[in-house]
RNA sequence: GUGAGUGUAGCUCAGGUGGCCAGAGCACCAGGUUGUGGCCCUGGGGGUCGGGGGUUCAAGUCCCCUCACUCACCCCA
């Protein structure tokens, strides 16, 4: 009988323990950061019924939804974002004091064809932060300012946050086209700008049907340029006709003035009037965080504002904003750059085994390294030293103790630094004090 | 979903026009060194050449089909 093929399924990974140092590392930044600020932990499932998750993320996000058969039925699916299941908690428990602060660092899955190189996968994990019950514009500028901080303190130096907002994208289309049907394709055309420039937008937008006088009004409106002070200037002047457009507007300005305020460089976030968002459930602003030099790897984050999400749930609207932060973006991005330290363990000291005659003074050693605080591992065989030296070192065990006849006759003990090859014979009970240098 | 490319050992890859082409390096295991890793030397295990069919005296090599993977687009974390 032939063996079973051991093999993952696509688009899914095992995190080997050298890797998950680096991951776990991540993951402490993170939920240190958001205690920092007040938030707390929340976990929810990873199945939810299906009438849960559908009609909250547009058409194309939906298709990626991994349904499940379950009873002959399709009743359940795996959770597509960590938003949805914080709207179906609040509407669950209403006792919950507002604000409610939460971060939840969980994997979701996505139906999509998987991109190595771009980071992206169909189970990854996202760590939210997001604020429920103030419609305030400090929620939003907090949720920046965190996204900033966790980037900052993992190192990186080139992102750049870029903040738009949903009703000023509406006023361009009300404003341009009058018709809020057409919301999504004038959007999804605007959003290209970067990727296609001027003329592909115009061809995009005649391919979409939109009539040749909002077109036009489109490409005036995408020709403002400048800095963020000017660029909200021209677009108030431009969107006088909409409400929306100009309530959209002075809730950017907020978030700008709180920024600022807060002294958050300038250079690492932007009003960005290309940005759009694909997810359906946004209402306010939205923010969305790029390496400026690693493009080809999407966003590592990606939020905003969702008022009406959670009275699809309650029946009462309640104000709400977040973000996603990418755990698994942010570790392929800092893979791509090579900001992860050299880690292969985290045990300090390996204490080898001679025979029968030494192994309990071995033991009660290792014991007491770890009674100290040094994480030790043991040899349980009777091995050559060769080979317990081999796994200290593929293992990348920074010590090596060792207690032999020798040294159990004086009392002594031998420890080896693995990385110089020096090795020193101390006496027994100076050994705590010795690895507690060494080990810092 | 659309387009392009690649499949040979655990990994990275060699293998002109079909014929001693089943290979290298790295990794792994053992020994050289029965109290000491890395470097070096010696030896060893490991491959239905992605799968199926066809052409041929002969296919890793040519043709067809299929599957898998990668990259790009779309969308996103």
């Not at 900052?152 to 086209?177: D, H, M």
């Amino acid at each position: 009988m032939g063996v079973i093929e051991p093999r993952v399924f696509k688009g899914t990974r095992d995190f080997l323990p050298e890797e998950m140092i680096h991951r776990d590392r991540i993951i402490d930044v993170m939920k240190s950061t958001f205690e920092t600020y007040g938030f707390e932990p929340l976990e929810t499932p990873a199945l939810e019924y299906w009438d849960i998750l559908t009609g909250k993320y547009g058409e194309e996000g939906e298709k990626l939804i991994y349904r499940l058969d379950y009873k002959g039925g399709h009743e359940v699916a795996l959770r597509y974002d960590l938003t949805v299941p914080l709207s179906r908690v609040i509407a669950l428990y209403p006792h919950l004091p507002k604000p409610f602060k939460r971060y939840q660092m969980q994997p979701v899955w996505r139906a999509d064809k998987p991109q190595l190189r771009q980071g992206r996968f169909r189970e990854f994990y996202q760590c939210d932060v997001d604020t429920v019950g103030s419609g305030s514009m400090l929620a939003d500028a907090e949720i920046i300012i965190v996204t900033h901080a966790i980037l900052s303190s993992l190192g990186f130096q080139t992102f750049r946050i870029r903040i738009n907002n949903r009703k000023v994208l509406a006023g361009i289309v009300e404003y341009t086209c009058g018709d809020q049907s057409r919301s999504a394709d004038i959007c999804r055309c605007i959003d290209k700008l970067d990727k296609i420039g001027m003329d592909g937008v115009k061809h995009e937008l005649e391919r979409c049907d939109i009539p040749d006088g909002s077109a036009q009004k489109v490409l005036k409106i995408l020709e403002i340029s400048g800095n963020n002070e000017t660029v909200l200037r021209d677009l108030e002047r431009e969107l006088s006709v909409s409400q929306m457009g100009l309530a959209g507007l002075s809730e950017l300005k907020e978030v700008f003035a709180f920024l600022q305020n807060n002294g958050l460089p300038q250079d690492r976030y932007t009003f960005d009037l290309h940005l759009a968002r694909g997810l359906d459930y946004y209402t306010g602003p939205i923010f969305e965080t790029v390496l400026t030099d690693q493009p080809h790897i999407g966003s590592l984050a990606g939020g905003g504002r969702y008022d009406e999400l959670i009275g699809l749930f309650s029946g009462i609207d309640e104000p709400a904003t977040g973000t996603t932060i990418g755990l698994d973006r942010i570790y392929t991005a800092m893979q791509q750059l090579n900001m992860l330290e050299n880690v292969k363990t985290k045990t300090q000291v390996l204490v080898t085994l001679f025979d029968d005659t030494t192994f309990k003074q071995s033991m009660s050693v290792a014991q007491e390294l770890r009674d100290n605080g040094i994480n030790t591992d043991t040899y349980f065989e009777q091995h050559s030293m060769k080979k317990q030296f081999t796994y200290a070192h593929k293992k990348g065990i920074p010590y090596v103790v060792i207690l032999g006849p020798d040294e159990c006759a004086k009392d002594e003990i031998s420890v080896k630094d693995m990385e110089s090859g020096e090795q020193k014979t101390i006496s027994r009970n100076a050994l705590i004090i010795y690895l507690q240098e060494l080990t810092g």
